[in-house]
């Protein structure tokens, strides 16, 4: 949403979702108990805000909170998938202000996600997806309290929180629904 405002220019330019994920083949990974395992698949550090998350776990363990964090760089497809299945919640980012394509694999995992999203974007994007958004919001001061908040989630929270993030990866991110989109938009530019 946030490249809607360089495309406004364009008179027919709309927002499509990421369809790059097979949600309905994806697996749901149920939530499990014990401590919290967060996980961090950055295509760039400094972009996503790698350090920020280290630092936040890192606070979160000194003050005698039980979690950990897995950070793996740049992986294959399959290696990500593989990953976020074993683990609880993906950290997406915290400096580009939108959730990228891992999270939306995530969330078809039913994984719960962490990201910065900028308020400015919301209103670009169809109502309904903003209101549906499962994404838990951080910024880069506050994302200590944010994961202290997720680490406590009791099981229900969990399972409500998978349950919200499958939801929405179905409702907003099947390829077939995005692929409508450019048909539709397609048809309404050629009708002009």
Known sequence: PDLMEVAAAARNAVFLPYGHVDVA??????PRAGPVR??????????KGTE?????VGELKAAGVSCSL????SVSNDEAARLIAG??????QLRVGWYGGVAVEAMAAG?????????????RIPAQMAADLPVVRARPDTVADV?????GWTEQERAAASERSRAFAE???MPQAVARQVLDAYEAARQE
Do not use: Q
Request: zero cysteines; glycine letters at 0%; charged letters at 20%.
């Open 38 to 47: 967060f996980l961090h698949l950055p295509s760039v550090r400094d972009v």
């Open 171 to 173: 409702r907003w991110h």
């Open 111 to 123: 994984k719960p996600v962490v990201a910065h999203i900028v308020d400015a974007d919301l209103p």
């Open 52 to 56: 920020l998350f280290e630092n936040a």
């Open 147 to 151: 994961l202290r908040s997720v680490a």
């Open 87 to 92: 683990h609880d919640v993906l950290l997406d």
């Open 70 to 73: 897995t950070v793996a760089d």
């Open 25 to 30: 083949a994806t697996p749901v990974v149920p």
